[in-house]
């Protein structure tokens, strides 16, 4: 028996070291190079006939956690694809959820925090690049013209740059500036399937700030953006499928708070005490929620940012089982005229 094992043992052996040379061949690297960006390029996401959200970021700013982008939820229907603010990282989660960045209908933002537009010219480029034809069109409130302009500013050499290296047939120049469209609250956009409108939440002394409400084929999904609890945005919300909710866990900032003043770091102590004011508490969302009629609760743009699984079981503290928290490249489907919502 022991020699079996001997045998068995300088097979394994040999085995690893032939294998170990086998990946330092350039024609095995090759093939296997081959192998991966064939299977990458055949295994995008499914068609689905209905309406869907994406995660492409649930984080604040507050708070550092690599498996979280900040802000950005993509809505996504055979006809329409949405985005809701581009926060920094963002636009990698984009990439990795592979959606269709050729037929991005327009970027949506909530307000103008640097964490829901960082990654608006990285989105510029990869929808251009991946086909666009038509300039990228930005929706916002009063003061998105402003931002799309110093966008188009700061990154007009480089959109020379990429043209004149690629030619004008593959990066049309009329294509590359962005495109501002400045609304009032109410409607946004419409089309025989489709409504986008908008409402003011409570983000003092950010003005305006606004969520998003998306119906399509008898289903939608509310954006709340960054907000307090706001009685605005849980009527215009009323019997929606899915709100995503902006949320704070007041337990996890009260013990940093504290944790920030004993070690002496008084601005940062002043910083998150002053982020509670503008914020949603999650503990006032369930009721609220209930009240209006929605069927699925959803927590993102986590204040602080979760770390751990600690942190993600302090969020939910005092919450019912059917409150979600986001996270990042998750799945939310909703079957055209149906109840259903199916999570992946």
């Known amino acids: 028996m022991s020699r ?63 498996d979280r982008a900040q802000a950005c939820l993509a809505v996504v229907t055979p ?40 990654g608006l010219a990285d989105v510029n480029l990869a929808s251009w690049v991946a086909g666009r034809r038509a300039s990228m069109r930005v929706y916002g409130p009063s003061g998105v013209e402003t931002v799309v302009a110093g966008f188009n500013q700061a990154y007009r050499l480089d959109r020379g740059y990429r043209t004149a290296h690629h030619g004008e047939a593959l990066l049309p120049p009329s294509a590359g500036p962005m495109v501002a469209k400045t609304f009032q ?13 908008s409402f003011l939440v409570d983000h003092h002394p950010i003005d305006p700030a606004v969520g998003y409400r ?18 605005n945005l849980f009527a215009a919300a009323a019997g929606a499928d899915i709100v995503f909710h902006d949320a704070l866990a007041r337990d996890s900032l009260d013990i940093m708070q504290n944790a920030m003043l004993e070690s002496g770091r008084t601005t940062f102590a ?8 503008y914020h949603a508490d999650t503990r ?5 929620a209930t009240a209006a009629g ?28 059917k409150t979600l928290l986001a996270h990042d490249l998750q799945v939310f489907e909703l079957p055209p005229e149906s109840d259903e919502v199916i999570i992946r």
Not at 82 to 111: C, E, K, W, Y
Not at 214 to 231: A, E, K, P, W
Not at 270 to 277: F, G, M, S, Y
């Open 294 to 321: 929605i069927e699925q609760l959803v927590l993102y743009h986590l204040v602080p940012t979760p770390m751990n699984s600690l942190t993600e079981t302090m969020f939910l503290r005092g919450l019912s089982d």
């Open 79 to 118: 006809e329409h694809f949405f985005l809701v603010d581009v926060g920094a990282r963002s636009p990698m989660r984009i990439a990795q959820a592979q959606l269709p960045m050729n037929r991005l209908t327009g970027v949506m933002l909530t307000h103008f925090h640097s964490d829901h537009i960082a």
């Open 214 to 231: 998306f119906d399509y084929r008898g289903r939608s999904v509310v954006i709340s953006g960054d907000t307090n609890t706001s009685d």
């Open 4 to 66: 079996i094992f001997k045998i068995s043992g300088v097979i394994l052996v040999g085995l690893t070291l032939l294998g170990g040379l086998l990946y330092r061949s350039a024609s095995v690297q090759d093939m296997m190079m081959q192998t991966g960006v064939a299977v990458m390029l055949n295994s995008g996401p499914e068609a689905f006939d209905g309406l869907q959200v994406v995660v492409c970021g649930s984080a604040s700013p507050l708070g550092n956690n690599p």
């Open 284 to 288: 006032t969302l369930e009721e609220a």
């Open 185 to 197: 609250p109410g409607l946004v956009w419409q089309d025989d399937t489709m409504t986008v409108t």
């Open 270 to 277: 002043q910083i998150i005490a002053d982020v509670t004011d």
